[in-house]
């Protein structure tokens, strides 16, 4: 299980970095959501600390938004 203070600190992260670089997007976006059940599984999968998550967090919403998820 992955530890809820790491999965929340690795999505707001992702989240912000993603955000800063993308202004257009809304703060409210559904993808935040989906960014952070990502981040869980992949946490689940194996150990993983905050920095690792949210470099992974920002990958996957580079993904989510070229295939507009």
């Known amino acids: 299980m992955v530890d809820e203070v790491v999965l929340r600190s690795a999505t707001e992260t ?4 993603y ?3 993308h202004p257009e ?3 409210q976006d559904s993808r935040c ?3 952070e059940r990502h981040l869980q599984r992949r946490g689940e ?5 905050t920095e690792e998550l ?3 967090g ?3 919403l580079h ?3 070229r295939d507009g998820c």
């Open 54 to 56: 949210a470099g992974f």
């Open 25 to 27: 997007v809304d703060p």
């Open 19 to 21: 955000r800063a670089h």
């Open 45 to 49: 999968d194996r150990e993983s600390d």
């Open 63 to 65: 993904r989510f938004f």
């Open 33 to 35: 959501c989906l960014l």
């Open 58 to 60: 920002i990958a996957d």
């Open 14 to 17: 992702a989240w912000s970095v």
